[in-house]
């Protein structure tokens, strides 16, 4: 089993920034791809972004390109999403989650551990 915690999520104003993260603990991170979803209230939950084991490969939705970065510190078995330019239809519950890097990187797969999630709110 893999946990996942995640923390960070705060109102902020749009255009501000944000720093989640995902600490992992059970099993060894790096064996690991991880990514982030989001689900706003009424809406299902959709894809955000995921990287690779190794953090060699990243993969993001058309949304969030060029504004949210994802990067992973394997030595603290945490995972994070820098989030830039935030607008208000960013807000919304963000969950981390993980999949052993046997199954495969596409976005398409599921994955088989998730965090409780943590609230972002973008209002003025």
């Known amino acids: 089993q893999v946990q996942l915690v995640e923390s960070g999520g705060l109102l902020v104003q749009p255009g501000g920034s944000l720093r989640l993260s995902c600490a992992a603990s059970?099993?060894?991170?790096?064996?690991?791809?991880m990514a982030w979803f989001r689900q706003s209230p009424g809406e299902e939950r959709e894809f955000v972004a995921a990287i690779s084991w190794g953090g060699g490969t990243t993969d993001y939705a058309d949304f969030v390109k060029g504004r949210f970065t994802i990067f992973r510190d394997n030595a603290k078995s945490t995972g994070y999403l820098q989030m830039n330019s935030l607008k208000p239809e960013d807000t919304a519950v963000y969950y981390c989650a993980a999949r052993h890097r046997s199954v495969g990187f596409d976005r398409s797969l599921e994955y088989a551990y998730w965090g409780q999630g943590t609230q972002v709110t973008v209002s003025s």
């Open positions: 059970g099993r060894t991170f790096s064996d690991y791809h």
